[in-house]
């Protein structure tokens, strides 16, 4: 027998409540938003009308390009995009692929010291990888990779992961023994098998990647510390060297930052349910 | 789980990739930092240990010390903030957005957390230009409220930029408690709250009552998650204040004192042993923090469960 759920007398403290819930959640959105929506339109309109009507959408009269024009001609913001993709892009693969053959491994076999590496593993989730940055730099100026961006790409891939061994094996935990062995049985190869565990646990591969690339995309340390030439710049440190040089260029300044805030709100609005419902379910275990 | 019998050589091939970078990248730097911290440059360039002598040079030396001690400082109030704003503004959201009575539920989650995504450096010039007094907007804000003769350049000021920044940040993360609170919330059986309800306890009773002890779990993970971002903090305030963090060092955390110290920062030469030894007292600190969480806070609860 389904039972629904007991509802409050529908008086007027029921709608008060209603009312007073949506109230904060409106008021709050706005707050969220607002910041976001003022520079992005306001990136889209020629000077005078940025300070004279900063609130209006850009109109016929006030629509200018002059700030994204200044952005490509003073930046290599391609290349920098360019840059960011692939160190991000390869440092998710190496972290998915790398923690999940080792998450497979804990979850799966009974052998020593499987609750100590396990451990081990998950160290890193709360002590942050920038405490050793000093180390970090002699490492990489000795093996000659300073400036590029395979310094990043070993860096992230290790900061990734913890975190993601930790969330792919308790969700392989949960993989049911039976299908295993009747693979075994079948005659499967210990590596086949984690081939046929991997699309098992996709939504939890989804939830690691959004939460490993994130920080990636985003981060402004360790460009700034190992890979701040020209030539090895990420989105975020360029605009931030931009952002620093053309402080006084309006136009300029909301262009690069609406460039750089884009790609990442339109990924995330695309994979927002997949992140929030993979955070949710990740949490509850 | 399968007790294996041969030498498992596909043991190594899964678990070896993973440990060795894991390793090499970030267990070994850590503990490489904590040894370059115990030694000192010479003038011919080579390092000789030293024990703890930098470690009693920052915190005793007039030229260390009080940069050390304001930086701490600081932090805890960057931290306070977030425990006494961000943390109780993401249960007030969370307790919202799980509520049945609530529409678009879906559509305000995921307003609510689109700053979370955004990067700390956009945020950061994205609220420098709110503030700047040449656009203006802060103060056409405030005046909604009749309040415009409030607007102040907040973050110029010493008194009031770090919390300013503080509440800048809260901006920016309070979408990762909120989310960490509802899948906390979600995971109350829907009996329980009934059952209350039929006793006849109101929406306040119910949530202080049984679901706000029931996801204590989540709000000593948050505290922690909270402490160990808070004193590893570093590029809004590098973004927004630049490297010497100021007004006159108002806004100076441990995140940038590192950096500060390491690279150097205008008159002051960058000290790749100094900055070591202040990257571990920044590991003391939330080796502390986390210690602290799992022992006293984590093993409080169990006792409570059995």
Redesign the interface.
Same mark, same amino acid.
Request: aromatic share 14%; proline share 6%; charged share 10%.
């Given at each position: 027998m389904t039972r629904r759920?007991?509802r409050?007398g529908r008086g007027f403290g029921?709608w008060a409540?209603?009312l007073g819930?949506?109230a904060?959640?409106l008021l709050?959105?706005g @707050?969220?938003?607002f910041?976001?929506v003022?520079?992005v339109i306001n990136s889209f309109k020629e000077r005078r009308s940025?300070?004279r009507t900063?609130y209006a959408l850009p109109d016929a009269e006030s629509f200018s390009l002059v700030g994204y024009q200044t952005v490509f001609s003073g930046a290599r913001f391609d290349l920098y995009f360019l840059n960011s993709l692939f160190v991000t892009g390869v440092s998710l693969a190496?972290v998915l692929?790398?923690?999940s053959?080792?998450a497979?491994?804990?979850a799966?076999?009974?052998?020593t010291g499987n609750a100590f590496?396990g451990l081990?593993?998950a160290?890193?989730i709360?002590?942050?990888?920038?405490?050793?940055?000093?180390?970090?730099?002699?490492?990489m100026v000795a093996l000659g990779l300073t400036d590029t961006l395979w310094s990043l790409i070993?860096?992230y891939?290790?900061?990734g992961?913890?975190l993601a061994?930790f969330i792919l094996s308790s969700f392989m935990r949960q993989v049911p023994g039976e299908l295993k062995d009747a693979a075994r049985i079948d005659g499967a190869?210990?590596?086949r098998i984690?081939g046929l565990i991997l699309p098992l646990v996709r939504p939890a591969l989804g939830t690691v990647a959004v939460f490993t690339m994130?920080p990636i995309?985003?981060d402004?340390?360790f460009p700034l510390?190992l890979a701040s030439s020209e030539r090895s710049k990420t989105v975020?440190l360029g605009?931030?060297i931009f952002?620093g040089q053309y402080v006084n260029d309006?136009n300029a300044?909301?262009a690069s930052?609406t460039l750089?805030?884009v790609p @990442? @709100?339109v990924l995330?609005?695309i994979f927002?349910?997949q992140l929030?419902r993979g955070?949710?379910?990740?949490?509850?275990k | 789980?399968? *007790?294996?019998k041969r030498f *498992?050589v596909?043991?190594v091939? +899964? !678990?070896a *990739?993973?440990?060795l970078?894991?390793t090499?990248?970030?267990?070994?730097?850590?503990f490489?930092?904590l040894r370059?911290s115990m030694f000192t440059p010479l003038p011919d360039r080579t390092e000789t240990f030293a024990g703890l002598a930098n470690y009693v040079r920052l915190f005793t030396d007039a030229n260390w010390a009080p940069f050390l001690w304001n930086a701490i400082r600081n932090n805890f109030v960057f931290f306070a903030v977030h425990m006494l704003v961000q943390n109780p503004?993401g249960l007030?959201?969370a307790a919202?957005?799980s509520?049945?009575?609530?529409?678009f539920r879906?559509v305000?989650?995921?307003?609510? +957390?689109?700053?979370t995504?955004?990067?700390?450096?956009?945020v950061g +010039?994205?609220?420098r230009?709110?503030m700047s007094p040449?656009?203006?907007?802060s103060e056409?804000v405030l005046g909604l409220f009749g309040l415009a003769h409030l607007n102040q350049p907040w973050l110029g000021l010493e008194a009031t930029a770090l919390v300013t920044l503080s509440l800048i940040s809260v901006?920016q993360w309070v979408g990762i408690p909120m989310?960490?609170f !509802?899948?906390?919330l979600?995971?109350i059986p829907?009996e329980l709250?009934?059952a209350a309800?039929?006793d006849g306890a109101?929406?306040w009773q119910v949530f202080w009552g049984i679901k706000f002890p029931l996801i204590l779990p989540?709000v000593g993970i948050v505290g922690?998650l909270t402490f160990?971002a808070n004193f590893?903090a +570093?590029?809004l305030i590098?973004?927004t204040q630049r490297a010497l963090a100021g007004p006159n060092f108002s806004t100076d955390i441990l995140?940038t004192f590192?950096f500060r110290t390491?690279?150097g920062a205008q008159l002051q030469p960058g000290n *790749?042993?100094m900055?070591?030894t202040v990257?571990g007292v920044?590991?003391l600190i939330?080796?502390g923090g986390?210690l602290v969480y799992l022992f006293a806070y984590q093993r409080r609860l169990q006792r409570i469960e059995l």
């Open positions: 759920p007991l409050p029921y409540q209603v819930a949506h904060v959640l709050y959105s @707050i969220a938003l910041p976001i003022l520079v940025i300070f900063p190496l692929l790398l923690a053959m080792a497979h491994a804990l799966e076999y009974r052998f590496l081990y593993l160290m890193g709360m002590i942050p990888i920038r405490l050793g940055t000093v180390s970090i730099l002699r490492m070993l860096v891939t290790a900061q992961i913890p061994v190869s210990e590596y984690y994130i995309w985003n402004l340390w510390v975020i605009a931030q952002l309006w300044v909301l930052l750089a805030m @990442i @709100i995330y609005v927002s349910r929030i955070l949710t379910q990740g949490a509850v | 789980m399968k *007790p294996t *498992p596909h043991l091939v +899964f !678990l *990739p993973a440990t970078v894991y090499v990248f970030m267990i070994y730097p850590l490489d930092s370059l503004l007030l959201l919202l957005l509520s049945h009575v609530v529409r879906a305000f989650r995921t307003l609510l +957390f689109l700053p995504v955004l990067s700390i450096v956009l +010039f994205i609220w230009l709110i040449i656009w203006g907007i056409d901006w989310l960490l !509802l899948a906390a979600v995971g829907d709250i009934e309800r039929v109101n929406a989540t922690v160990v590893n +570093f590029d590098y973004t995140g590192f390491f690279f *790749p042993t900055g070591a990257a920044m590991f939330i080796l986390v």
